[in-house]
């Protein structure tokens, strides 16, 4: 970790190690492309023969409550911002325009704001957000990821289909 002074702005950057990275995504089941730049990390992720779609969920629909009382990660639907994390998640399309239920592409921004802290105000390192990565893998596979909002992030798993006007 390298603290970067830009100006009057100062900047934490975070060494992540993309073989790291990739191989935390090989252990909880997926399949990792990663893309690395001066600035982020991106990964496509997949999962093979999952059989259900990946656990990221509707938390304003009222039929995932189970879900949303269990998740520990919130996805901003608007942005992909994956809340109080360095991460952002976007939905995949097949060549129809469909979204994917077993992929997601995930950016890791590598320059966080010197402020920059974890829910319990815990400061953020490497081996922090590996463990992290970690746990949010794992949620879109066992406990599930509330999404919250609409816009450019569409759910996966849950009621996905949109309520229209009733006859």
């Not at 001066?38 to 409550?65: H, K, M, Q």
């Not at 269990?70 to 399309?93: I, S």
């Not at 996966?156 to 949109?162: K, M, P, V, Y």
Request: charged residues 20%; glycine residues 8%; proline residues 5%.
């Amino acid at each position: 970790m390298q603290v970067l002074q830009a100006g009057h702005h100062k900047l934490i950057l975070l060494e992540i190690d993309p073989s790291t990275v990739l191989a935390l995504a090989q252990e909880a089941g997926f399949s990792a492309k990663l893309k690395e730049s001066a600035r982020s990390i991106v990964l496509d992720l997949t999962v093979e023969n999952l059989g259900s779609p990946l656990l990221l969920f509707d938390a304003a629909d009222p039929a995932n409550l189970g879900w949303f009382s269990r998740c520990q990660f919130y996805v901003n639907g608007r942005t992909g911002e994956v809340m109080q994390t360095p991460m952002a998640v976007a939905n995949k399309r097949d060549r129809q325009g469909r979204n994917q239920s077993n992929s997601l592409r995930m950016r890791i921004t590598k320059e966080l704001p010197a402020t920059f802290r974890l829910p319990g105000k815990q400061p953020m390192t490497e081996q922090v957000f590996y463990a992290m990565l970690n746990n949010f893998l794992q949620a879109l596979l066992r406990t599930g990821v509330g999404v919250c909002g609409s816009g450019s992030v569409q759910p996966l798993a849950g009621r996905t289909e949109t309520a229209g006007p009733r006859n």
